[in-house]
């Protein structure tokens, strides 16, 4: 079955630390990725996405994503967290030429430490 | 430009009575989703609407209706809460339906049945 997993639940990172979120997905073929975040009682905002070509993704907020066919990864990255960044962070995925249909991972709670 | 508002922001329900969620988006995009939220579990689609006047079932549709009564609007209907449909619910809209689209949120109806 077609599935997305993000192994952390809970992630607690310093303030001006770097970041890795995981992601990884199962899919016949590389399907398109997305990261969303979720700051408390409000709704999800798009940080990036990728469907093809340059497996570094620029996204909004300083995140980038490194797609890995290799590892069917989709992992989210920053080189140093602001406290704002706390948050909830979900991978999202798309079969390739797929409508309508997104399937989230389960989220990452980030905490962010003074 | 307020992009995706759903009203309520909040409701506590009786097992048993019925309501409606209203959602609504002025960036005239052609598709419009209702998700639930629940701890551990990610999103999960209840109901989409790929065009004005087309509606299909997600991944838990059951005990939900919907009507998609204009571009703008998308609303969900609980004929006969249930405990099992405590959770947050969010609409969000995207432009095409294509996968490749970013889907935008709207900040979530929090319901409580009791």
């Known amino acids: 079955a077609q599935s997305v997993t993000q192994p952390d639940i809970h992630i607690t990172v310093s303030e001006g630390a770097s970041l890795e979120l995981r992601c990884n997905y199962s899919y016949g073929a590389t399907p398109y990725l997305f990261w969303y975040v979720q700051s408390p009682g409000q709704g999800l905002q798009l940080l990036l996405k990728y469907f093809s070509g340059d497996t570094l993704v620029q996204g909004i907020k300083g995140f980038e994503a490194e797609f890995k066919r290799s590892q069917s990864s989709f992992n989210l990255r920053k080189p140093s967290v602001h406290w704002s960044d706390a948050a909830e962070y979900f991978c999202a995925v798309v079969p390739p030429g797929g409508y309508q249909k997104v399937t989230f991972g389960t989220g990452t709670k980030l905490q962010v430490i003074p | 430009n307020a992009g995706v508002t759903q009203t309520p922001k909040f409701q506590v329900l009786k097992t048993g009575q019925s309501m409606t969620l209203q959602c609504a988006q002025d960036m005239n995009h052609n598709s419009m989703y209702w998700y639930r939220q629940d701890p551990g579990m990610g999103l999960r689609l209840i109901y989409y609407?790929?065009?004005?006047?087309?509606?299909d079932k997600g991944e838990v549709p059951n005990g939900y209706n919907v009507s998609r009564l204009n571009k703008r609007e998308f609303s969900l209907r609980l004929e006969s809460a249930a405990p099992s449909q405590t959770s947050v619910y969010f609409c969000?809209?995207?432009?095409?339906?294509?996968?490749?689209?970013?889907?935008?949120f709207g900040p979530g109806t929090r319901l409580t049945v009791l």
């Open positions: 969000a809209s995207s432009d095409s339906g294509s996968g490749a689209d970013t889907q935008y």
């Open positions: 609407s790929a065009s004005e006047g087309t509606t």
